[in-house]
């Protein structure tokens, strides 16, 4: 194997894949035209090039610590697209079937896939109900096409030696078994401070809705936080994103810049989101279309990973892409978290929204809270119903679809049917990835206010090591990351503390 040809196929494959998600999202294309570039590029992920990359890491010096770092994520990436591959016919026709189930509503047809979105803009709690019992109908029409697929990759990753494809998603992300006992406890020190701020959100902002009676069709909607929509909805995002630039002393020239969509289309994702498509020149952003609080949230959050693709070394990433498109996100999804969750903090949140009186701050800091509260049970409940449906029928029965539902409430206090666990459990995608980045960006906003103080946003020595650590890409794990800032071992005690600080109101302005 010539293994710079094959970093360089790499580094193609996913700029054109990144490229085409770019283009579906913002509207320029209708369908995802992602198929493209796994047909030109089918022979990376092969089992002759995963046994070939084997023999690169083999033949490899122990002394040479970052080609073998480098190979391992080479290797871990072309196993989960080994897997992936395998399963895209399944997924063409579950596309398929999904774009069919066209849900009747207030004399429109919404897709399925709009049935979530629109669930989160729906004020009237009878209104979503319905919308919600609409689409738990349709969701039976594709179950099986679901069953499929995951049998699919539980055979692929059987190909490849593994128990199951969870087991594979596991190891090829870096996401160790061991953190379950951490989830739980997560879940556990935080239930009680989190269901008090369910049940005062509840007699505030919605005294028709009892806590007990919310369902999974609430929690679309209140992951909006649209009550906070008053304070943050309003304000010009970019440029108090410019302002705290300023501050740490974060500058963008030709060679470091942004680019950024604003155009309204036909088709178009009103959502921010950000997209490496070939960091560092090629960083792109599209800006959310609508002024809500989440969309305050989102847009900070691909700021951070923004950033993270645009200041990672150009040589770095010419020799090993695989530090930029690493299959273990966990490190640049954690730049985000670090940006999205600024106002947990009612000290920034005074500083950066004019106009907000101090109880008013600490009020939005707190319902910010609760919207990072949500996320991280959501989370942990998908994580431990993970663990629970056997790693070898990941199709999951009825009886496993209600353990799952009963797991889910207890841990989010959401109604939850069981219908919905072979959508919420889609083993593409791993809870613990987002668990641990959200844990080492607490970690890492510690570090800053000890270092800094808690104003560590306006220390542009701060920006000196955030620039210095966006560099590195993703060379490096979040674990490894806490070790090296001198927090020893990652765990979830900061973000525990946090949520809980956050959601009774507890953090200080003074």
């Not at 092969?46 to 190979?71: F, V």
């Not at 990436?77 to 026709?93: D, K, L, M, Y």
């Not at 951490?182 to 009892?210: C, I, M, W």
């Not at 701060?462 to 927090?487: H, K, M, N």
Request: aromatic share 10%.
């Amino acid at each position: 194997m010539d293994i710079s040809e094959y970093r360089t196929q790499f580094s193609s494959f996913n700029s054109s894949l990144e490229l085409a998600r770019y283009q579906k999202h913002v509207g320029l294309k209708s369908q995802l035209t992602a198929e493209q570039p796994f047909r030109d590029y089918s022979d990376l992920f092969s089992a002759a090039a995963i046994a070939d990359l084997k023999s690169q890491i083999e033949q490899t010096p122990s002394g040479r610590e970052t080609e073998q770092a480098a190979l391992a994520k080479l290797l871990n990436a072309a196993r989960r697209r080994f897997a992936q591959t395998h399963a895209r016919e399944i997924e063409h026709e579950l596309d398929r079937c999904e774009s069919a189930s066209g849900i009747k509503w207030k004399g429109n047809t919404i897709s399925f896939r709009q049935v979530l979105f629109t669930l989160a803009r729906e004020p009237n709690k009878t209104e979503r109900d319905d919308l919600a019992s609409r689409w738990i109908d349709a969701i039976s029409n594709c179950n099986d096409l679901r069953a499929a697929k995951f049998d699919s990759l539980n055979n692929s990753a059987a190909v490849l030696g593994f128990d199951s494809y969870r087991r594979l998603s596991l190891e090829t992300t870096g996401s160790s078994p061991d953190y379950e006992k951490t989830t739980r406890s997560l879940l556990e020190q935080t239930e009680s401070a989190y269901k008090n701020a369910l049940s005062n959100l509840a007699g505030r902002d919605f005294p028709h809705v009892a806590r007990d009676s919310l369902s999974f069709a609430d929690l679309s909607f209140l992951r909006e936080i649209p009550w906070v929509d008053r304070y943050l909805g309003t304000r010009d995002v970019s440029q108090i994103q410019a302002e705290m630039m300023a501050g740490l002393g974060i500058r963008f020239d030709q060679k470091r810049k942004i680019q950024v969509d604003i155009e309204a289309r036909d088709n178009r994702n009103p959502s921010a989101a950000s997209f490496a498509v070939n960091p560092p020149h090629d960083v792109r952003v599209a800006a959310s279309l609508e002024n809500r609080a989440s969309t305050f949230l989102d847009s900070f959050e691909c700021l951070g990973q923004a950033l993270h693709d645009l200041w990672s070394s150009p040589e770095r990433a010419r020799r090993y892409p695989e530090f930029v498109f690493s299959p273990d996100s966990s490190t640049r999804r954690s730049y985000g978290f670090l940006f999205r969750y600024l106002g947990c903090d009612p000290r920034w949140t005074l500083e950066f929204i004019s106009g907000l009186s101090e109880e008013q701050a600490t009020q939005t800091a707190r319902d910010i809270g609760l919207n990072l509260a949500i996320n991280i049970n959501s989370l942990g409940a998908n994580e431990l119903c993970l663990q629970d449906v056997r790693d070898d029928d990941q199709s999951a029965n009825d009886e496993e679809g209600q353990g799952y539902a009963d797991l889910h409430q207890r841990a989010v206090s959401f109604r939850r049917l069981g219908e919905l666990c072979l959508i919420d459990l889609d083993v593409s995608q791993v809870p613990l990835v987002e668990l641990r980045a959200l844990a080492f960006a607490f970690v890492l906003r510690e570090y800053f206010r000890i270092r800094y103080g808690y104003r560590w946003w306006g220390a542009r020595k701060a920006g000196d090591e955030l620039i210095d650590l966006w560099d590195t890409a993703s060379r490096y794990s979040v674990e490894e990351l806490t070790s090296q800032i001198g927090f020893g071992e990652l765990n979830f005690d900061i973000l525990t503390e946090t949520v809980k600080v956050a959601l009774i109101g507890a953090q200080k302005i003074a």
